[in-house]
């Protein structure tokens, strides 16, 4: 092994000698600096050793180029040529660039000429970029300066252009990385609000020549904020390079606690150190995005000329409402005006004030940027003092993807959006024109998750806490008693959709009862799809809306006529037909036998589309050892549905879902039905754990491995466990929960079960089920991300209720033993 030479092995040093004098959380934009100087030195000292030809140039691209590296960031070079002298130009790049490789630095270089330099910039953004931040280390001074000038002709010919292809590029990147101030495990560096976007401010000065502040487009108080929130995100980077020993820039989940102790967060009441370091992240992120923001918008668009600023709380409000309306977008004196009004947070409203905010929210979507604004000037805490508990505050589930704030001013937009197009949906439509009071609705909306401030049960804190800031806006009556309403019931359709028998007439006309009135039931469904869309693809499913489409329509049969039974009786007469002419081309006879065959819940829920693959699965007797089998695509992409028939028998659903776990797939949704002369027909969505695709070698083996398990030939707890070991480990900070509810249904006690999604789950549920002799009547299974929720309707082998008090303690520690083992 060849000696390395000096240059690098003082780096080196240098670099363990910079590290070791900050602390891990500690390294900012001055150590990223420090960092950079004894790289350019090095790459000095070696360039001068290779001795370089006259006409060569070494220049300092990226974040290098800006002088700020990262401990995991990568080294950019150019190395700038005239075409001649290949050999030499080869020899200086192999001496320049083995010497860094051979000492573990992350080196990207390029070689090129003046013109590929050009020509590379006219056709990619991230090339004129990486060489607008190009910074020259050795060599031909000149040479450089003549590529450069190249480059930045035509950006400053057309700024504004060159500025619409950096919105452009940021509008990709949100669609790829989403926005740091908002996602739970944000990409510092490519993400909406990161630290591409305060690179992208420089750019545009770049492009006009001076400063942002002397056009008229960034503001003194946003260049400030923009610095301060640089500085911290820059720390967060470095100390996550630092803690990983790479150059990833995702802030994962089970990163934060550790990046959290070296920054030096600490537990406080109702916010731990982790939920510190994110909140920390959000706001400044928060502060980037909008700057970035307003400066595109100002540049491209130009700016509302300042009027004269009502400087009361209602002319703020309908100034932001005007600007709403007309798309206007504020300048920046403007905005330091607004800012600079002294607004009494403990005050309540006035009339005009809350006819304001109103006003403002009935702005649809705009209103959303609107209150976005009165947030980052620190207006809106001010107007609603419970903001400020829930503003940047990160969601420890599985089911959101962003901060509560951020949630709840997504849930106002989509609320906005239903009321302006309520699209395809008959139910929709329908919803829409009962709401009787769209205010009460958009203020429901904002305030849904108000009490998730991490001090007790959301809803219920959430309840008093709309309460007081209604009280305080001066809103009562009719508005805000359906506003609270909404506060107080917004789970209430999504969770009974999802973990109760829908068939359980005594559940639709407790729900009915609970809402009270048409209007009251169509601001909720318009509410819950709201909610479910802001939460995250995976609370708002097709199979999802379905069913609380389903119970939504239950629920006003109720109140339209206060009769279940006969509706019941109704829709099962239509469905009835329905299944008739699905199966038009089948023997009459056998139709009816499999309409007196099949439970009544299948009837009413059955897709209509799958009865004739049920039909043809159930017609032919079934043997006691015969397992069959349907597979087709699901209702979203890389999922299937799975039809089982086989014998009923104990532990018959536990059999299916451990055959389902050794085979690779994982259970989503699952309903189970049994007909009247003891079949099973068990409806099934999966996926494939790992390989999405699932072939039919994998439904052979799944079969095979069911068959087996029925005869006893094989033992699934013994696979199941030995398959679990080769699968990652389910994730941390989801707590197992195990309820037994004995009131929400006359014939069934329900069960409720969640717990961190792993391998064999549902299988292990399942499992102590068939050990403790209960018979599965219905399941419900739902998964969101890495957290399941799940729903079982048992009853004992005498087909009683589970009410004794010594069995349902045993049932829960058995369920907790298993699924914590």
Known sequence: ??????????????????????????????????????????????????????????????????????????????????????????????????????AGLRVGHAVRTREVCVEIAAERLDATTAMLDGRFLAGSASGWDAVRSAVLAPVRGDPRAFAQRLVDDRDARRERFGSVSSLLEPELKEGVGGLRDVHALAWVRAAIGGPLEEAGILREAERRSVDGAEEFLTRVRSALHLETGRGSDRLLAEQQPSIAAAMGFADEPGLPAVDGLMRSVFEQARQVEHVTTSVFDRFLRGTSPPAPLDATPEGILRAFASGARDGHVMSAASLDAMSAVSLDADRPWSEPTRSAFLELLRCGPAAVDALETLDRIGLLERYVPAWGPVRCRPQRDPYHRSSVDVHLLATLAGVARLLEDPGDDPSVALAVRAVPDADALRLGALLHDIGKTGQGHHVETGTQVARETLEHAGTSGPTADLALFLVAEHLLLSDTATRRDLDDERLIVDVADRVGDQGRLGSLYLLTIADAEATGPLAWTPWRASLVRELVAKVRH???????????????????????????????????????????????????????????????????????????????????????????????????????????????????????????????????????????????????????????????????????????????????????????????????????????????????????????HLAKVATFGGRVVDAFYVRDELGRRVDDPEIVAELGLALRSRIER
């Open 558 to 776: 109720v109140l339209e006529r206060d009769d279940v039974g006969s509706g019941t009786a109704e829709r099962l007469t239509a469905r009835a037909e329905e299944i008739r002419a699905a199966l038009a081309d089948e023997d009459a006879e056998a139709v009816e036998r499999f309409l007196l065959r099949m439970p009544r819940g299948y009837v009413l829920t059955a897709p209509i589309d799958r009865v004739p693959i049920h039909h043809r699965l159930l017609a032919p007797a079934v043997g006691s050892h015969e397992v069959r089998t349907h597979a087709t695509e699901g209702s979203r992409a890389d999922a299937y549905e799975l039809a089982v028939v086989a014998a009923d028998r104990p532990g018959l659903l536990s059999m299916i879902a451990g055959a389902l776990s050794l085979a690779g797939l994982s259970i989503l949704t699952a309903q189970v039905f049994t007909t009247d002369d003891g079949v099973a027909v068990d409806l099934f969505e999966i996926e494939g754990v790992f390989e999405p695709e699932v072939g039919e070698e994998r439904w052979r083996e799944f079969r095979t491995t069911l068959r087996k398990a029925i005869e006893g030939r094989l033992s699934l707890d013994r696979r199941v466990r030995e398959k679990r070991r080769s699968y990652p480990e389910p994730p941390t900070g989801v707590p197992v929960r195990v309820e037994v509810d004995n009131e929400a249904s006359d014939f069934f006690t329900v069960i409720e079960v969640g717990a961190p999604d792993r391998l064999g789950l549902l299988y292990d549920i399942t499992r102590t089920f068939a050990e403790l002799r209960l018979d599965v």
């Open 1 to 102: 092994m060849s000696e390395r030479p000096a240059p690098v092995g003082r780096l080196l040093e240098d670099l363990r000698s910079l590290d070791r004098a900050y602390s891990t959380g500690h390294h900012g934009r001055w150590s990223g600096r420090r960092r950079a100087e004894l790289v350019d030195a090095c790459v000095r000292d070696l360039a001068a050793a290779a001795g370089m030809p006259q006409d060569v140039a070494l220049v300092a691209l990226g974040g290098y180029g800006r002088g700020t590296l990262a401990p995991g960031s990568d080294l950019d070079l150019l190395i700038l040529h005239e075409g001649g002298s290949t050999d030499a130009v080869a020899a200086l790049a192999e001496t320049l660039l083995y010497p860094l490789w051979d």
